[in-house]
């Protein structure tokens, strides 16, 4: 959608209609900056269409804060403009960062390719709008993989002490680094991938220029990154320039919200500053306590963690937790000036590790009243992904934001057992009441809290209430120690299971296969044709034994995959977050609705959906086997590939046509365990063949004799010619873990490299 149009442009007076360029361009100065300007051509020139957004400086510990800078990024190429001076002015009250627009005339920019805010304040320099346009509005990242570009910029005389390869370990590779720790905190939901393209490696593009870039300043060290990458597809841009740019102060710097961060040079290794840099990118402001901007330990957008390239395992606030929504279906609203809550939050690592109980837990309280700035409850568990938290571990936290972006918030109170938070004069009912009754730091730990407004009701720790068990005790006692020594749920094994322990006495021999086979070939086939001795007898492609009452006849309609009406046996990606089933989806009668509202756990789900004309079938068909086979036929044979999409490698769904699609790559993509399990044909899984494959009958004659040594793809002292999945970070092969020398021996602790590059690992001589 085109913001202005001529009309409106030509009544500001610095533009005729009959002389609009419409084509937005930008031309690059001397010294690295962009600078919109008219040609020669008298009668047109270029206009200058952008998004304005917020940059946001993060300083070193202890270092004096920076102020906020204005970035306006350009729609045809995301080239960035600065402006000279604060831009509050300029922009008014209506400003809204990442969604304000300009429409600039040559007038108003600097010779130095900045935006003279005095100048664009003149009459007809800039035309200005902050409606929303949410085809340019960038929302918050919460369940995706999005691919990041590193840029370093470089001269003959200056460079960053990171290299290439080392710059791609710190930010994709190693133990720490911005991929983890986003995998981590976000339970898997947003993962930062490494950019490719011409000249990209691992993520990293080298970019090289004939300027200073000794005392150049940031914002002109990432045009030139900027100009250098162009052409290249990435949803995010980390800029990282020589310790010799001026950065004003800071550390780093982050569009807010936007697509595109800067670091010195010194810093750009440290998780924390990646994870609080891209944190801007998303939406996010800082994480402040006391009136101080990085004061809260308890955030990434904080500045209490290391600093170190190994950095520390911490994630978010309650109120930064709530806006990403990776932990939504966990996430409860409190209105205390009509209602109350007492119940059980846990900490995002139970759901990390499906610890979490089936009802009545909680990840994140949001407490929100007409007329008060809204408080977020989290309890800071300190297990898992947020192991590290720099202080207020195992506490119930409280901070404070007045919107779930855009805004700074506040620390306002860490709780342990028996502790309160008392806001007084809240929303006109007496004073806001926030207690935590319990704490329990087992696994995964748990707190009961009380939120309650004392004008409206009084509640109290000594209520008669069960607390719910975090997790499926060990023991058969609850978390929450009870007045009786009965359990608060059923024991772990009470009844017995479904097969019995020994098969029954008439049972057959072999069990018959698990469904009616397509094939003649038997399911028990060796993987390789050839046996290593000599075989006693050939192969029988029928069980030795068929069972001794066979059903009368069929089942009235024989169980397929695709049954209408028949729930999923297979996982599925709820939400486009997380793999779940449809056991799951309706373990909890009281979230059911809500969980078959998302159309895939519907489309899995129909009979727990209760889709309209499919319900639980109440009685076995019609014409029942008179004697079940020892193993009923089931809708996932173990011989037979699914047709549904997977998570692949734990980030793409993929389906088996995808796994076996490119033959050298089979083996590799058939290590991930859930390719594996989906397609046992393609994989060769559990001695299943495809029937292109497999052998028409068993060999007339054994070999004569056993070939000395059987050839195999895994030799133990031969690299295999094969990819395999590296570190979870995709497909890689024996060439590149022996590319970078300096490299190899950090590769090869990774147990799958090792197994399949004995050779350049050195294991064998």
């Not at 664009?120 to 929303?132: F, H, K, L, T, Y």
């Not at 393209?197 to 090289?208: D, E, H, K, S």
């Not at 898992?384 to 779930?404: H, K």
Request: proline share 8%; glycine share 6%; with cysteine.
């Amino acid at each position: 959608m085109k913001l202005h149009s001529l009309l409106t442009l030509s009544s500001l007076g610095f533009i005729q209609a009959n002389e609009v360029d419409t084509t937005s361009r930008i031309v690059n100065t001397k010294d690295g900056s962009n600078l919109g300007r008219a040609n020669n051509s008298k009668s047109a020139f270029a206009l200058v269409e952008c998004t304005v957004s917020q940059v946001h400086g993060l300083t070193p510990p202890n270092a004096t804060e920076v102020p906020v800078h204005y970035v306006c990024t350009t729609d045809n190429d995301d080239s960035t403009l600065f402006f000279d001076n604060d831009a509050a002015a300029l922009l008014g009250n209506g400003f809204l960062s990442g969604e304000t627009r300009l429409a600039l005339a040559p007038q108003a920019m600097s010779p130095d390719g900045k935006i003279n805010v005095q100048k664009a304040m003149a009459p007809g320099a800039v035309a200005i709008s902050n409606g929303v346009d949410n085809d340019r509005r960038r929302k918050l990242t919460t369940t995706v993989t999005k691919e990041v570009l590193v840029v370093r910029v470089v001269s003959a005389a200056y460079e960053p002490t990171q290299s290439e390869a080392t710059m791609s370990n710190d930010v994709f590779d190693d133990a720490n680094n911005l991929r983890v720790r986003y995998d981590d905190c976000s339970n898997g939901a947003l993962i930062f991938d490494p950019a490719t393209g011409t000249n990209v490696n691992n993520g990293v593009l080298t970019v090289t220029t004939t300027q200073n870039l000794n005392g150049m300043t940031w914002q002109n060290c990432g045009n030139i990154a900027i100009a250098g990458a162009s052409g290249i597809a990435k949803d995010y841009t980390m800029i990282v320039c020589p310790n010799e740019v001026d950065f004003g102060g800071a550390a780093a710097w982050g569009q807010l919200p936007g697509g595109i961060s800067w670091y010195k040079s010194q810093y750009a290794s440290a998780p924390i500053v990646q994870m609080h840099e891209l944190g801007h990118n998303l939406g996010h402001h800082h994480s402040g306590k006391d009136g101080v901007t990085y004061r809260d330990p308890t955030c990434n957008m904080g500045n209490r963690g290391s600093w170190s390239d190994r950095g520390s395992n911490f994630c978010f606030n309650a109120a930064k937790t709530w806006a990403t929504k990776w932990y939504e279906e966990y996430h409860v609203t409190v209105d205390p000036s009509n209602g109350s809550y007492d119940g059980t939050l846990v900490g995002i690592n139970a759901v990390k590790e499906d610890t979490i109980a089936a009802t009545g837990q909680d990840v994140v309280i949001k407490i929100d009243s007409s007329g008060e700035t809204d408080l977020y409850i989290i309890y800071n568990r300190m297990i898992g992904a947020n192991n590290q938290v720099p202080e207020y571990g195992d506490q119930v936290v409280i901070v404070e934001q007045s919107r779930e972006l855009r805004r700074t918030s506040s620390w306002r109170a860490a709780l342990s057992e028996g502790q309160e938070y008392i806001q007084g004069g809240w929303s006109g009912n007496g004073n806001l009441i926030v207690k935590v009754c319990s704490l329990e730091t087992g696994t995964p730990g748990s707190a009961r809290v009380l939120v309650y407004a004392t004008g409206q009701e009084t509640l109290s720790c000594n209520a008669n209430t069960t607390p719910v068990p975090t997790a499926v005790p060990d023991t058969a006692s609850p978390t929450a120690v009870p007045d009786t020594a009965s359990p608060t749920g059923s024991p772990i094994t009470t009844s017995p299971t479904s097969s019995p322990v020994s098969a029954p006495v008439n049972a057959p021999v072999n069990a018959p296969p698990t469904a009616v086979p397509d094939t003649a070939y038997p399911t028990g086939s060796p993987i390789t044709a050839s046996p290593t001795s000599s075989p006693v007898s050939a192969p029988v492609n029928v069980s030795t034994g068929a069972p001794v009452n066979a059903p009368v006849s069929a089942p009235v309609s024989q169980p397929t995959q695709d049954d209408p009406c028949q729930d999923s046996s297979f996982d599925f990606l709820f939400k486009n977050k997380r793999q779940r089933n449809c056991e799951w989806i309706g373990r909890n009668s009281e979230r059911i609705d809500v969980r078959c509202q998302d159309p895939v756990a519907a489309d899995n789900c129909p009979v727990t959906c209760k889709k309209p004309g499919c319900s639980a079938p109440t009685n076995a068909p019609v014409n029942a086997p008179v004697s079940a086979p020892v193993s009923e036929p089931t809708q996932d044979n173990p011989c037979q590939d699914s047709s549904l999409e997977f998570l692949f490698n734990n980030k793409t769904q993929r389906n088996c046509e995808w796994i076996g699609k490119n033959i050298k790559r089979i083996d590799a993509r058939c290590r991930d365990p859930v390719a594996a399990d989906y397609c046992p044909v393609t994989c060769n899984t559990l001695g299943c063949f495809s029937p292109v494959n497999a052998p028409v009958s068993a060999p007339v004659k054994a070999p004569v004799s056993a070939p000395v040594s059987e050839p195999t793809q895994d030799n133990p002292c031969q690299d295999s010619p094969f990819d395999f999945i590296y570190k979870s970070l995709g497909e890689r092969n024996c060439e590149w873990i022996g590319k970078n020398s300096k490299r190899i021996d950090q590769r090869c602790q990774d147990p799958v490299a090792a197994d399949n590059c004995p050779r350049t690992c050195s294991i064998c001589a």
